[in-house]
């Protein structure tokens, strides 16, 4: 994988981005213009990739039978976030049927940050499946308190390009989103494991945030994926994914978000607002926003900075291909 745009990366990504339409969220009246017809070398990548969105900041992608799972948080137990009676004391939860439904067999888990909504079911999908990990020191230490095999979890910082044969795995350092107050829940890094096992959701610190950008290496696909609405633009200078998906803020505190990150990528063919739904319903109704987020500002945002890239709204029931159209 290059960090530069060559020329087959900047034609199928404008192949994926051109004349398309933006994909109704469920539910709404939002109507789907025609699409052209995608080039044939687009179709061919598009189709040897799957994609599936797991609500919050969550992706299933499956490359060639092989699965990888990025921050997977699918118990989606309440809080109290969303009703006004946020407890930081809730117990940590994890449903295995829940979890099994949707995972498959992965053989690598990524994750973003260690925030409850981003971690909490990742160490039942370690233990029971064997999948590796890859996070933080922070990420490392919370999973080794529960148990997870220390030779399973892969530490990273940020910068490294890892091989897993056939898919590559590029660790970008990035930030972690910011409130109205410029601030968030739970920050804090971990340089050992807790003393005891992790209960609450106020035991599991951000723990610095990555972004990841995964190739298809057969097909060349790539997605940029986050897990938090802030930037470290320099980081992801010239890497120029197809598709990137791109989570949603719910202040404005970090400045110019939208366009910053999207001029760093080099404007991709398609870009996917993720983490604006309400995470504490669950994944078998239609998404949900959550309130606090200014989706439709972020689309418009996007549509005005990068008017060539194809926003799609994902659905939780839905697969889509590698171009993000959905699959029948």
């Not at 213009?33 to 969550?58: D, K, N, Y």
């Not at 969303?82 to 049927?97: K, M, N, Q, S």
């Not at 633009?233 to 404005?252: F, I, K, Y």
């Not at 109704?285 to 709204?313: C, G, N």
Request: net charge negative.
């Amino acid at each position: 994988m290059s960090n530069g745009p060559d020329r087959r990366t900047l034609l199928r990504g404008a192949a994926f981005g051109a004349a398309a339409p933006l994909l109704p969220l469920a539910g709404t009246a939002a109507a789907a213009t025609p699409a052209a017809p995608a080039a044939p070398a687009s179709a061919a990548a598009a189709a040897a990739v799957s994609l599936r969105w797991l609500g919050t900041a969550g992706w299933r992608i499956d490359v060639d039978g092989r699965t990888v799972l990025f921050d997977p948080f699918l118990t989606r137990f309440r809080t109290g976030l969303f009703d006004g009676a946020f407890d930081p004391a809730t117990r940590l939860v994890t449903d295995p049927d829940l979890v099994r439904e949707h995972i498959g067999a992965p053989e690598l888990v990524l994750v973003s940050h260690s925030h409850w909504d981003h971690l909490s079911d990742v160490p039942y999908i370690a233990k029971s499946t064997g999948a590796r990990v890859v996070g933080t020191e922070t990420t490392f230490h919370l999973l080794t308190a529960w148990g997870v095999d220390p030779g399973q979890i892969c530490v990273v910082k940020g910068g490294e390009v890892l091989d897993f044969d056939g898919v590559t795995v590029e660790v970008v350092s990035s930030l972690h989103s910011r409130n109205a107050k410029r601030s968030y829940f739970a920050p804090g890094t971990l340089n050992a494991p807790p003393r005891k096992a992790p209960r609450t959701i106020a035991d599991l610190v951000e723990g610095d945030t990555l972004a990841f950008q995964v190739t298809a290496q057969d097909s060349g696909l790539s997605a940029f994926l986050t897990g938090a609405s802030d930037v470290a633009d320099r980081a992801v200078q010239g890497l120029r994914p197809d598709v990137a998906m791109m989570a949603v803020p719910s202040s404005t505190a970090t400045h110019q978000y939208v366009p910053r990150l999207l001029g760093a990528l080099g404007n991709p063919g398609v870009v996917v607002p993720v983490h604006w739904d309400n995470f504490e319903r669950p994944l078998s109704e239609p998404p949900s926003r959550d309130p606090s987020t200014t989706l439709d500002a972020f689309t418009a945002e996007v549509q005005r900075v990068s008017p060539a890239s194809r926003i799609a709204l994902p659905d939780y029931r839905t697969t889509y291909g590698g171009d993000m159209r959905p699959r029948a």
